[in-house]
């Protein structure tokens, strides 16, 4: 019996559709963006603690960092971190409800709040971040 | 006049030894018709050997679970008009995380087996059952009827939930939407053996809060508000066995 | 058909689902208050050496940077063994991961209370 790799379950490479979302619902969505950021700010949260350590290598060190972070490539950077961040933990906050079986019918609703709150803030942030 | 639209199918075709690839058929179609009298046309007239499952054609059966354009539908209660315009595609294709038998057929076995596994019931007490807490799904109780009086359980075990969810597609092993919504309604206060079964590795905690299943259950199941009702029912377990209830 | 495994019984549960959800809310608090600590309240939000000896000498704040570490670090690692979990690993590939994702967590936790007090030596 052949099976395709779509629709065999044993295919290991099926997580390629964990973030195949297109004409599906606003659940799989949700899903998807915060399977997504989770990486996203894993990566983030380590390279962050990584970073640090030009702390304890003394006041030039943190100078020379301070200064390649303030360019805009890393600016930018920290506005992708931002948005990801926002909307990971607004998204996390409706599974958290939900999960709990509080406003389960609503989820769809949730999911759109989650979106334009992450929408705004991410404006706000970014108008900010290259104005100041 | 019935309108008439023209519209090409494309659809699965995979058997042993051949490899899934999509044919093309055009078919003149009334659009209020719907996909399953597209399919069985081309079986018809044009491919007897197109493999397909079908039966009551009133979405009580649950055999016609196709995807329809990528999305998971009851092909015999989805007009044409819904998925496509005139001169426009259908893209027809067996539904995801089941073993392909061939063509637009899976191999529902294990669905099945595990259905009986958590042996979810076909009928309940009309007020047990509980839906969530919105008046869209309320039934309100008559009270003038019996105290023994029954219906059958949503489900028609159409394996569309299994096939939305994202977590078969890696994981097999999972119990899926259908089975846990099956032992939510069977009840963990009268099948305690179920705890093992919806609390292990296996079980709701697997769940990810796509509400995949929910969206595409042609049945009014709510499987995703099921299993959140489990993970309540778990944690309040876990909570009473904690501080003492039981010890 | 029973698919009941005699493998260990490893694999999501209910406590490290919990503790996922909690830590998760706790990160949404934590960080609110990590970021206006940081960047709002200093003149120059950190950005120079000066302010970060001061600022970690504040009473309170390495209290609650570590207990922002931890919390952070938790919710971070069991939530990369979910997504572990969902590509469906061997129990003795998952027991490795395990042991990995604990490891890697104490070390950066370890880490974090490292450089806190070296910070906080060299202000005095």
């Known amino acids: 019996m052949t099976t395709t790799a779509r629709t065999d379950p044993h295919a290991r490479s099926n997580f390629w559709k964990w973030f195949d979302a297109f004409r599906r619902a606003p659940g799989m969505w949700a899903y998807s963006l915060n399977r997504l950021s989770a990486i996203g700010l894993t990566v983030y949260l380590f390279l962050h603690l990584v970073v640090l350590r030009t702390l304890a290598d003394g006041p030039q060190a943190y100078d020379d960092f301070v200064a390649l972070v303030k360019s805009p490539v890393f600016v930018f950077g920290e506005l992708v971190v931002v948005i990801g961040g926002v909307y990971h933990g607004l998204n996390g906050l409706r599974v958290a409800l939900t999960a709990f079986g509080i406003g389960v019918p609503y989820q769809k609703h949730m999911f759109y709040a989650v979106l334009i709150i992450t929408a705004v803030v991410s404006l706000v942030f970014g108008i900010h971040m290259f104005t100041a | 006049m019935a309108e008439k639209w023209t519209v090409t199918f494309l659809i699965n075709r995979q058997k042993d030894g051949v490899e899934p690839h999509f044919e093309s058929f055009q078919l003149e179609v009334n659009p209020d018709e719907y996909v399953l009298d597209a399919i069985e046309r081309v079986w018809a007239f044009h491919d007897r050997s197109l493999l397909f499952r079908h039966a009551c054609h009133h979405s009580t059966c649950g055999a016609c679970g196709m995807r329809v354009n990528g999305v998971e539908k009851l092909t015999c209660i989805t007009t044409i008009r819904s998925v496509t315009s005139d001169g ?16 637009l057929v899976v191999d529902m076995t294990r669905l099945y087996a595990r259905m009986e596994m958590v042996k979810a019931p076909s009928v309940i007490p009309l007020d047990e059952a509980p839906k969530p807490d ?13 105290d023994d009086m029954i219906r059958l359980v949503d489900c028609i075990e159409c394996g569309m939930c299994v096939s939305a969810c994202p977590v078969p597609l890696t994981t097999p092993e999972y119990l899926g939407p259908a089975v846990l919504a099956g032992a939510q ?10 705890l093992e079964l919806v609390d292990g590795p296996n079980g709701v905690w697997r769940c990810h809060s796509a509400f995949e299943c929910t969206a595409v259950c042609p049945s009014n199941v709510e499987p995703g508000w099921r299993i959140m009702d489990l993970r309540k029912q778990l944690v309040k377990k876990r909570f009473q066995r904690l501080f003492g209830r039981g010890g | ?26 990160v949404i608090v934590l960080l609110f208050v990590h970021l206006v600590v940081n960047h709002l309240v200093p003149s120059e939000g950190l950005l120079s050496y000066e302010e970060v000896i001061a600022y970690v000498t504040t009473p309170g704040i390495a209290l609650m940077e570590m207990t922002f570490l931890v919390v952070v670090v938790s919710h971070s690692l069991i939530g990369l063994r979910s997504i572990i979990l969902d590509l469906n690993p061997s129990p003795g590939l998952l027991r490795v991961v395990n042991w990995v994702l604990a490891i890697i967590g104490v070390a950066a936790v370890v880490y974090g209370i490292w450089l806190m007090q070296m910070l906080v030596a060299q202000a005095a």
Do not use: C, Y
């Open chain 3, 1 to 26: 058909m029973l698919e009941r495994s005699t493998a260990p019984k490893s694999g999501e549960n209910t406590w490290l689902w919990l503790l996922k959800i909690i830590s998760g809310v706790l």
């Open chain 2, 88 to 103: 426009g595609t259908v893209k027809v294709e067996p539904l995801r995380n089941f073993p392909v038998v061939g063509d």
């Open chain 2, 134 to 146: 919105t008046s869209v799904f309320d039934i309100k109780p008559d009270h003038d009827a019996p």
């Open chain 2, 185 to 194: 309604h069977q009840g963990l206060e009268k099948n305690p053996s179920l």
